[in-house]
């Protein structure tokens, strides 16, 4: 029997403040929040209706290196209205790169709280 992947289950995020996390995912890109729960005994767990967890980073050793030295380059989102998202961004004060013509789409770049490159797509 061969087996497929069929797509992404759920991308889990470690962050160095949930609070901020949230505004980010949430307030700003629009994310919901399915459930509030623990994760790994005592930190806090966000989980997402778009399939995204956001956990707070083991306080034993907190991970804090760069960027170019993380395994994950960029996470990519399917976004609409992007130029409304960047606007939003922007008057919160995200520095973003876009939106401009990608190979996916409408595509901008974007860092969250903890410097983790995000890309919002919209299809065209």
């Keep these: 029997m061969t087996q497929h992947v069929e797509g992404l289950s759920h991308l889990l995020l470690q962050v160095t403040d949930m609070q901020a996390a949230e505004h980010f995912y949430c307030d700003l890109l629009g994310m919901t929040v399915r459930s509030r729960e623990t994760f790994g005994g005592d930190r806090p767990l966000i989980v997402t209706h778009q399939g995204m967890g956001i956990t707070l980073l083991p306080s034993v050793p907190p991970s804090t290196a760069p ?34 013509p990608s190979s996916y789409g409408q595509s901008m770049y974007a860092l969250d709280p903890d410097g983790n490159r995000i890309e919002c797509i919209e299809r065209i």
């Design 67 to 100: 960027t170019e030295n993380r395994n994950v380059e960029h996470i990519a989102f399917w976004v609409t209205d992007i130029d409304q998202l960047a606007e939003t961004l922007r008057g919160e004060g995200v520095q973003i790169d876009g939106p401009k």
